[in-house]
C-alpha cells in the first residue's frame, strides 16, 4: 500500500476518533425548566411568589409561569433590547417579593429556551451586553441554548440571586 494513502487514511480514522471524544454542546428541551427553576426552598427567608397585580394578569398568568407564546412575544423586547421572542422556544418566569409586599418584583428569575444553539448564540449577544450594563442588578447563566437571568430592583439584594444562580447552576450540572 502506498504510504501518502496509508498516512491519509490513519489521518481520517484519527481525525474520526477525536472529534467523536468531544463532548457536543448541549442542547437542552422544554422538559429542562421544571428541572432547574427556583422553588419556594431556594427563596431567601421574608421572600415569596410575588402576587400579579391586576393590571398584568392579561400577560402574566400565573407566578411562578412557564409563558405562552403571547407573554412571550409581548415581554421579549422588554426583556433586553432588541430581544426577538422568534428565537425564544419556551421562557419561565418567577416574580420573587418580601412578604411585607406581595405585589412587588424584588427578585425576577427568566428561563429562556432558545429554539438552537444559532438562535441561542444572536439572543445571547444582545443579553451579554444587558448584563454587562447592569452588572450590579444581573447575572446571566449561559448553557447551550439555554440562558438563566436573574435580576433585582435593589443592588442590596444582589447577594440573594448570587445564591439563586448557584443553585440553578448545581441543577444544571446534575442532569
Known amino acids: 500500500m502506498d504510504k501518502k494513502l496509508f498516512f491519509v487514511i490513519l489521518m481520517i480514522i484519527c481525525v474520526s476518533i477525536g472529534v467523536s ?25 421574608g421572600f415569596m411568589y410575588g402576587q400579579i397585580p391586576g393590571f398584568a394578569k392579561s400577560v402574566l398568568r400565573n407566578n411562578p409561569w412557564e409563558m405562552d407564546r403571547t407573554a412571550i412575544n409581548k415581554l421579549t423586547k422588554q426583556l433586553y433590547p432588541d430581544g426577538d421572542a422568534g428565537s425564544v422556544k419556551n421562557m419561565h418566569l418567577s416574580i420573587i417579593a418580601r412578604r411585607e409586599k406581595p405585589f412587588n418584583d424584588d427578585i425576577v428569575c427568566y428561563i429562556i429556551l432558545f429554539n438552537d444553539r444559532q438562535a441561542a448564540k444572536k439572543e445571547i449577544e444582545k443579553l451579554n451586553g444587558y448584563n454587562r450594563m447592569n452588572s450590579d442588578r444581573t447575572i446571566l447563566t449561559i448553557h447551550g441554548n439555554l440562558a438563566v437571568f436573574l435580576i433585582v ?6 447577594k440573594y440571586i448570587d445564591l439563586m444562580q448557584k443553585k440553578i447552576e448545581e441543577r444544571i450540572n446534575s442532569l
Open 153 to 158: 430592583d435593589d443592588v442590596d439584594n444582589y
Open 21 to 45: 471524544a468531544i463532548p457536543a454542546d448541549t442542547t437542552y428541551q422544554s422538559s429542562v425548566i421544571q428541572k432547574i427553576c427556583i422553588t419556594e426552598s431556594d427563596m431567601p427567608d
